[in-house]
């Protein structure tokens, strides 16, 4: 059972289809026979990614005669860098890239991030084709064109927007993700429910944890997933207005991975960015009560506040001020009206930030 979504960018003039199916990564290279594209066909994945899947996928490509070249990055954030986007290009300049070759970004989001770049790039622009490994990078970093790579001096901060012709997501890919890496996925999925679809929220309410290993449960909910980001991007293609909802949870979340200096991950960041705005929204924005509360006990429910480091309020404050996001007398929320329905508030008062941080950031009571 393939699920199939056309997301269609009217502002960008471009058309990306994404196809949702257990065991579609054996079907890339038929996929992709129809399109025209000429061989060599470039993959991009991560080390870790590659020594997994380039095997399967290798023979996919070969199969529908595409002669794919792999070319690798090391795992991990550090290589959404300027080197790394350099080197990948010389790499490609030397084994024959022209114009009209097509780039597999196979991976997690910092391979699809640096990917994207390069695909944007390399001789003004590659057509690319997206397959994601990791959830985070299936319900969030894949979908909506958003490329970029790191600074010294702070995340994302070069970057383009680069939209896939297809992205095509395997959920069988998630039978060798880490628990730790799935809950950085995790966090995504509730907030695009929190956001967008009460639905989902109260569908993972019922079932909890149980989802991780049903996979036919776990493959329509990341079509959920999908769908919600989709439908926000094609409407606000370079984030105008809508696109930000997305932010839900993301600007304390930031603030405490950056004042834990990056120990955090970031799905934890966002999941007690998301606990401390579903309290914020009971006062500012008139979330019921029992929705807050059902909401946090799901968040909850995932371990997120299990085990927290140790972070100090001053520190978090200090982050949440140097966000971009921060206006002078408050800072700019996500917050909802109701469960599935977010709203932008552009001054939520710091202090009322600041109290809840105590709340959230509290070793909890022992018996
Ligand atoms: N472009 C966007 O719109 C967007 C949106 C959200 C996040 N992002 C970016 O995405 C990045 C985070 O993505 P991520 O969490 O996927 O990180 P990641 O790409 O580093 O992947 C996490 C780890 O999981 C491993 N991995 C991935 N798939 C695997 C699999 N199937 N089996 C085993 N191991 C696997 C990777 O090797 C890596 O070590 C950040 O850099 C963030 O800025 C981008």
Known sequence: ?????????????????????????????????????????????????????????AQSLS????????????????????????????ELLERGAHRKSLLVALGGGVTGDVAGLVASLYMRGLPLVQVPT????????AIGG?????????????????????VLIDPEFLRTLPPREFLNGWAEVLKAGFIRNAALVRELAGSGREIWGDEEKLTSIIAQAVRIKAD???????????????????????????ASRFRLPHGRGVALGMLAALRLSESLTGLPPEDSQMGRNLIQ???YTRNLPRLNREEVLAALSRDKKRHDTGVAMVLLKHLGEAVVVEEAPVARVAALLDEILAPPARP
């Open 1 to 57: 059972l393939t699920r199939e979504l056309v997301l269609i960018i009217p502002a960008e003039d471009s058309r990306c289809r994404v196809l949702i199916g257990r065991g579609l990564r054996r079907e890339l290279g038929r996929l992709l026979a129809g399109e025209g594209f000429p061989p060599p066909v470039f993959v991009i994945a991560d080390g870790r990614v590659a020594g997994l899947y380039e095997e399967a996928v």
């Open 63 to 90: 199969a529908a005669g595409f002669a794919p070249t792999f070319l690798t990055i090391p795992p991990g954030e550090r290589s959404k860098s300027w080197p790394q986007v350099r080197r990948l290009t010389r």
């Open 134 to 141: 990791s959830l985070l990078a299936m319900v969030d970093a």
């Open 146 to 166: 958003k490329t970029a790579i790191n600074l010294p001096e702070g995340k994302n901060l070069l970057g383009t927007f680069h939209h896939p012709r297809l």
């Open 232 to 258: 926000i991007v094609a409407r606000d293609a370079r984030e105008a207005g809508l696109r930000r909802l997305l932010n839900f949870g993301h600007t304390l979340g930031h603030a405490l991975e950056a």
């Open 301 to 303: 429910s995932f371990g």
